[in-house]
């Protein structure tokens, strides 16, 4: 079992939907990172978390420590937000590594 | 502010040959790293510059060499390329010393090792 779960894997939308990608960890972490990869392109940082609640524009983050738990939300969501959300989460006690989770697939359709 | 760049973004080498991937951030970040990003299989951590004038290994540093050349600067060099080395490079900085703050990532150096 990966330390880090991303669900869903892929994901297709019809454009303005609430989105929802969560996020379950195993292990003790930091921090958690949400980040963004467009086909083709390079990583974009969208939130580091490491409790409560962050938003910025239309998307909002969230982590429950006591759950092991987090999710990023985008709201009204357009076809320039596909792309790979990727969860990352920095190790407890080992502050240079990401443990990695394997990404979500985000379409949204016009 | 350019963030962080990296060059080259293309990169064809034939089996043996050696070269240097260069990365530069000018936000005044104490740490930087180079990742790997191979299909299905996320993104894996080469070495890490912690601070300036220190280097260290991540995950999958074999045949691989790192300098830390000054604060802005973390160059990668592969000194004889093998086709597995074909990947996707990803240099990142944050600002404080480890990822317990924001990662900034440049955009990418695509190599193919033939």
């Known amino acids: 079992k990966n330390e880090v779960e991303q669900s869903p894997q892929n994901l297709t939308a019809q454009e303005g939907e609430f989105i929802t990608i969560n996020c379950s960890y195993s292990?003790?972490?930091?921090?958690l990172h949400w980040l963004q990869q467009h086909p083709g392109g390079g990583i974009v940082s969208l939130f580091m978390l490491s409790s409560g609640k962050k938003k910025h524009g239309r998307l909002i983050a969230t982590i429950n420590i006591q759950e092991k738990h987090s999710s990023l939300h985008i709201t009204a969501s357009h076809p320039r937000d596909s792309a790979v959300y990727i969860c990352?989460?920095?190790?407890?006690?080992?502050?240079?590594?990401?443990?990695w989770g394997a990404g979500t697939k985000l379409i949204i359709k016009p | 502010n350019a963030g962080v760049t990296q060059t080259p973004k293309f990169q064809v080498l034939k089996t043996g040959q050696s070269m240097t991937l260069q990365c530069a951030q000018d936000?005044?970040?104490?740490?930087m790293y180079w990742y790997r990003q191979d299909p299905g299989m996320g993104l894996r951590l080469i070495y890490y510059s912690a601070s300036e004038g220190t280097t260290d290994k991540g995950e999958v540093p074999n045949g691989y060499n790192v300098s830390r050349l000054n604060k802005r600067e973390f160059s990668l060099r592969l000194e004889s390329a093998a086709p597995s080395q074909t990947s996707v490079y990803f240099c990142a900085s944050s600002v404080l010393s480890g990822l317990n703050t924001e990662a900034f990532f440049g955009q990418g150096t695509r190599l193919t090792v033939v």
């Open positions: 292990v003790g972490i930091s921090a």
């Open positions: 990352a989460a920095t190790r407890s006690g080992s502050n240079y590594q990401l443990i």
């Open positions: 936000m005044n970040h104490n740490s």
